[in-house]
């Protein structure tokens, strides 16, 4: 019987501005200039004043991306699993927190966010650290 080979969906994260490079697929997912795909995964313009200005703490900005997030894929499914079909997702965002530092941006809760969606899916996924322009 021949093997099958599980596709696997490598995905980072990157600062804004990041290029990519062939066979990467990078996706803006900013409320700021964010357009097609990763405009699903965007925060609201809201979420971020109120984190920014001090509104809310990480925990509620947590609690309200990840609700925020439920209610699109379930109301666009396939824009998840079209994300997930890339070899390279880098997501990309404005802010300038890393894995090395507080970890508090959303790129952070989407990599988490799309590794469950993966595995519900039963598509392999592969955690990439930061990336950054050569």
């Not at 994300?83 to 507080?102: F, G, K, P, R």
Request: one cysteine or more.
């Amino acid at each position: 019987m021949a093997e099958t080979k599980q596709q696997i969906c490598a995905v980072g994260t990157a600062r804004i501005g990041y290029r990519g490079h062939v066979g990467q697929r990078v996706l803006d997912t900013t409320v700021k200039s964010a357009t097609g795909l990763g405009a699903v995964f965007a925060p609201t313009w809201s979420m971020v004043m109120d984190w920014k200005w001090g509104k809310s703490d990480w925990g509620i900005y947590t609690q309200h991306y990840t609700s925020l997030m439920r209610e699109r894929y379930h109301a666009n499914q396939v824009a998840f699993l079209e994300a997930l079909q890339s070899n390279e997702l880098i997501v990309c965002c404005y802010c300038n927190d890393t894995h090395s530092s507080t970890q508090h941006c959303h790129r952070y809760l989407l990599v988490d966010i799309l590794h469950k969606v993966a595995d519900r899916h039963q598509i392999g996924f592969k955690t990439l650290s930061e990336v950054y322009n050569r």
